[in-house]
T-cell receptor, first 114, second 111 residues
Framework: KAGVTQTPRYLIKTRGQQVTLSCSPI?????VSWYQQTPGQGLQFLFE???????NKGNFPGRFSGRQFSNSRSEMNVSTLELGDSALYLC?????????????FGPGTRLTVT | GQNIDQPTEMTATEGAIVQINCTYQ??????LFWYQQHAGEAPTFLSY????GLEEKGRFSSFLSRSKGYSYLLLKELQMKDSASYLC????????????FGKGTHLIIQP
């Protein structure tokens, strides 16, 4: 079974621009969560989508948004990029039949804002 | 809100046993998770506890005391490949809530 995939793996953007990241969950998983990881703050929860609906949201500004499609693939968007948005963005899928609570992480997208 | 504390760094010897502690204060609780993350890689799931007690899985065991807001991860027969960061996280047991992670414990294994 293929794992969680994220594209692109690396991205360099300029302050003020916007960016869209993509995540394809494990086949059969309906929940996708997004996290931001930085050396200073560690892993922080952004939001979770289940069946195309945002089910939970972390404490991030409205510049961070996401969506989920009918095939469970998810995208997150960051508008008006700031230097502090430079981070590793991870998505995780869950909802498997045998272990619905277990989250499987993708390799991440490394975003650098200059 | 949720607060999760774990030591920043620990050092242990190959072949030995190490215990990584995690304490948490949360407004809600629906499960405690441990993840392993090697440098430059994504976190990988190690264990999940929702009831008090010890869960054993090979060389790794995880313990939970909900009344004390305390968990530990026990690693036995340490190998060099166990050098990694270990992340404690609290969240929804059914995947309904996002996970709140601690800052992670960087474990260094020495020969």
């Amino acid at each position: 079974k293929a794992g969680v995939t994220q594209t692109p793996r690396y991205l360099i953007k300029t302050r003020g621009q916007q960016v869209t990241l993509s995540c394809s969950p494990i086949s059969g998983h309906r929940s996708v969560s997004w996290y931001q990881q930085t050396p200073g703050q560690g892993l922080q929860f952004l939001f979770e989508y289940f069946s195309e609906t945002q089910r939970n949201k972390g404490n991030f500004p409205g510049r961070f948004s996401g969506r989920q499609f009918s095939n469970s693939r998810s995208e997150m968007n960051v508008s008006t990029l700031e230097l502090g948005d430079s981070a590793l963005y991870l998505c995780a899928s869950s909802g498997g039949q045998t272990k619905p609570y277990e989250q499987y992480f993708g390799p991440g997208t490394r975003l650098t804002v200059t | 809100g949720q607060n999760i504390d774990q030591p920043t760094e620990m050092t242990a010897t190959e072949g030995a046993i190490v215990q990584i502690n995690c304490t948490y204060q949360t407004s809600g609780f629906n499960g405690l998770f441990w993840y392993q993350q090697h440098a430059g890689e994504a976190p990988t799931f190690l264990s999940y506890n929702v009831l008090d007690g010890l869960e054993e899985k090979g060389r790794f065991s995880s313990f939970l005391s909900r009344s004390k807001g305390y968990s530990y991860l026990l690693l036995k027969e340490l190998q060099m490949k166990d050098s990694a960061s270990y992340l404690c996280a609290v969240g929804g047991g059914g995947g309904a809530d996002g996970l709140t992670f601690g800052k992670g414990t960087h474990l260094i294994i020495q020969p």
